[in-house]
């Protein structure tokens, strides 16, 4: 298989069928070895943690099929922690999503003379980060990806409406087990015409509390596929 893309927490292959393969890696965002989904770098790596993600994914984009929300998902092999994945385009050169539910992180050090940690953020807030290790993941508009040619205002409208439905499902799944869902990241990419999401929804993307603990990628893992 060719190699196409070596990112910080998977790399890429092209299949011969036309489809992508995804393997995940044991790697995972942080700094100086503590985790935070929205740090732009890898802080540490937790043996097993690449499998853990993979089952992760495989069980919520299963849960967004039988919500009928389209994905790039196709099949995967958890001995292997690969995934096989509809070929889907990236925007510009990679984008990231982020919806908040609660102010923390990123968000404070930015804004934190305006709104305190742990905040809730009603109805939830998306934004989107250029993947841009050296410039630090920069933010853009909507209307700043238009602009730019990245995508049509009524592409960042799709995406953004099926953001807030992923993430309430999400959510509202993770509420059932008496977790609480502060943030998430996606990444979205368009096969033709129409904007889907791609990439994973794992634990190693998304800031979970029980109270008032963050509960750790692999304890976080066990607590959504061992319910």
């Known amino acids: 298989m060719k190699k196409i893309y070596e990112g910080k927490t998977k790399d890429v292959y092209a299949l011969d069928n036309g489809n992508v393969m995804l393997k995940f890696k044991d790697d995972c965002t942080g700094k100086d070895g503590v985790f935070d989904p929205g740090e732009n770098t890898v802080g540490l790596k937790i043996d097993g943690i690449g499998k ?54 990123s968000f404070i050090r930015r804004y934190g003379e305006y709104i305190a940690d742990g905040t809730p953020l009603e109805g939830g807030y998306v934004e989107c980060t250029f993947k841009n290790d050296e410039k630090g993941d920069p933010l853009v508009t909507a209307e700043g990806l238009a602009a730019l040619g990245v995508m049509s205002e009524e592409m960042f409208a799709s995406m953004k409406e099926q953001t807030l439905k992923i993430t309430k499902i999400v959510a509202d799944d993770l509420k059932s087990i008496g977790l609480d869902l502060w943030d998430i990241k996606f990444e979205f990419g368009y096969n033709g015409d129409e904007v889907i999401l791609i990439d994973e929804i794992a634990s190693g993307n998304m800031r979970v509390y029980k109270g008032k603990d963050i509960v750790p990628p692999v304890e976080l893992t066990k607590l959504i596929l061992n319910r």
């Open 52 to 105: 853990e993600n993979l089952k992760t994914s495989i069980y919520y984009f299963e849960l967004l099929k039988k919500a009928g929300i389209k994905t790039h998902y196709v099949a995967a092999d958890i001995e292997n922690a690969t995934m096989e994945v509809l070929p889907g385009k990236v925007f510009g050169h990679g984008l990231e999503v982020i919806c908040r539910l609660v102010a923390t992180g």
